[in-house]
């Protein structure tokens, strides 16, 4: 099986609230990515695990956490929502060098 | 920081047409290229990677690399409406960060019947 699964799909937030958002994959991989996409942009890296190891990139340090319980699971996590949060929320993992399985996204509307 | 800009942003070819997209980076030490298709309501899937200066060819995707002059493309023969998609660029910075790749804003094909 190499699907990536996202849950939910679509996210309706308020603004100052809290988000949560689940991938999961059960390839082995020891790479998981978060990835930012908003229309006509790059989907934008926010961070990334590395087995139990956390990266976060710099511009986006304060505005995103992450846990990853196991091989298996990450989760992204917003603490408050603002209007500009509102995007494509992609999951990927990867083995080693290997190319990046994606899901499907969630979609996330803050209101 | 790595730089990767995708041309043309959209394109339409008709059906059985052959389909070119062009992509160029910033470093020329970057060591892995790949391009990626997204079908409307699914993520991103990986279509070829590409390593060595050159062509490489899979089937109707050829993929053509030159390090030197900062450029990757993908032609796509015989295009056919099932290539309708968003395609990416994808390129892994040099080997000191081989974890994250840095992706292109995209090239929209549409394939007319």
């Known amino acids: 099986d190499t699907t990536v699964k996202q849950n939910p799909r679509y996210k309706l937030a308020r603004v100052g609230k809290p988000v949560n958002l689940i991938c999961s994959q059960t390839?082995?991989?020891?790479?998981m990515y978060w990835y930012q996409k908003k229309p006509n942009q790059a989907p934008k890296l926010l961070l990334f695990y590395y087995d139990k190891i956390l990266n976060r990139e710099a511009d986006t340090f304060e505005k995103f956490q992450s846990s990853r319980p196991n091989n298996s699971f990450c989760s992204l996590y917003i603490g408050s929502a603002g209007l500009e949060y509102s995007a494509m929320y992609l999951c990927?993992?990867?083995?080693?060098?290997?190319?990046?399985?994606f899901g499907p996204g969630t979609r996330l509307t803050v209101l | 920081q790595q730089k990767v800009q995708q041309s043309p942003e959209s394109l339409i070819v008709p059906e059985g047409g052959m389909a070119s997209l062009n992509c160029t980076f910033s470093d020329r030490n970057s060591q892995y290229f790949w391009w990626y298709r997204q079908h409307s309501g699914e993520g991103p899937k990986a279509l070829m990677s590409i390593f060595s200066n050159g062509d490489k060819k899979e089937g109707r995707f050829t993929a053509h690399l030159n390090k030197a002059s900062l450029y990757v493309s993908l032609h796509i023969k015989d295009s056919q409406p099932s290539d309708s998609a968003l395609y990416f660029c994808a390129v892994t910075p040099p080997s000191s960060n081989t974890d994250k790749v840095v992706f292109g804003t995209g090239t929209r094909l549409q394939v007319s019947p």
């Open positions: 390839m082995n991989h020891d790479t």
């Open positions: 990927a993992s990867r083995l080693w060098d290997y190319e990046q399985y």
